[in-house]
T-cell receptor, first 120, second 108 residues
Framework: KAGVTQTPRYLIKTRGQQVTLSCSPI?????VSWYQQTPGQGLQFLFE???????NKGNFPGRFSGRQFSNSRSEMNVSTLELGDSALYLC???????????????????FGAGSRLTVL | KNEVEQSPQNLTAQEGEFITINCSYS?????LHWLQQHPGGGIVSLFM???GKKKHGRLIATINIQEKHSSLHITASHPRDSAVYIC??????????FGTGTSLTVIP
């Protein structure tokens, strides 16, 4: 069974540009969540989508946005890039949202390999 | 303010040793995850807990909801266990918080 696929794996942008990252979840997984990882801040939650609806969002500015399509694939967009946006962006998929309380396995996360963004 | 605190930050062990990594959290949680990240960035989910204890091979995860504390144990540690271990919690408001990670090195 195919894993979580993130594209592109690496990209370089300049300040002020925008970027779109893609995440294809495991077949049957309806929840996709996005995370930013930097050396200084560690892993931080960006947002989570379930059945095309954004269920929650972390503490990031409005330049960070996302969406989920009917086939559960998700994209995130960062506009007006800043140097501090350089990071590894990870997505994860699960059958149910990761914060769901019941420990049934349906909310176990499967992570993609990440998209490493460098902003110059 | 850190909603999730992990200790220790760094840990070096000899092969075969029993290892414990601790995670304390301050929010009301729906679920707690233990993650493993190897050099190069790939993250693997080890456990998802909302109560009690889980075991998978040499790994054991426990959670005490009343004390807001979880532990990850590795028995008979091996150099291939060398990685960063991250505790993450989903709170009752659907937010997700991460600990800063514990970097484990197991020496042969």
């Amino acid at each position: 069974k195919a894993g979580v696929t993130q594209t592109p794996r690496y990209l370089i942008k300049t300040r002020g540009q925008q970027v779109t990252l893609s995440c294809s979840p495991i077949s049957g997984h309806r929840s996709v969540s996005w995370y930013q990882q930097t050396p200084g801040q560690g892993l931080q939650f960006l947002f989570e989508y379930f059945s095309e609806t954004q269920r929650n969002k972390g503490n990031f500015p409005g330049r960070f946005s996302g969406r989920q399509f009917s086939n559960s694939r998700s994209e995130m967009n960062v506009s007006t890039l800043e140097l501090g946006d350089s990071a590894l962006y990870l997505c994860a998929s699960s059958r149910q949202p990761p914060g769901t309380g019941r420990s049934t396995g349906a909310n176990v996360l499967t992570f993609g390999a990440g998209s490493r963004l460098t902003v110059l | 303010k850190n909603e999730v605190e992990q200790s220790p930050q760094n840990l070096t062990a000899q092969e075969g040793e029993f290892i414990t990594i601790n995670c304390s959290y301050s929010v009301g949680i729906s679920a707690l995850h233990w993650l493993q990240q190897h050099p190069g960035g790939g993250i693997v989910s080890l456990f998802m807990l909302s109560s009690g204890k889980k075991k998978h091979g040499r790994l054991i995860a426990t959670i005490n909801i009343q004390e807001k504390h979880s532990s990850l144990h590795i028995t008979a540690s091996h150099p291939r266990d060398s990685a960063v271990y991250i505790c993450a919690v989903g709170d009752t408001g659907n937010q997700f918080y991460f600990g800063t990670g514990t970097s484990l090195t197991v020496i042969p």
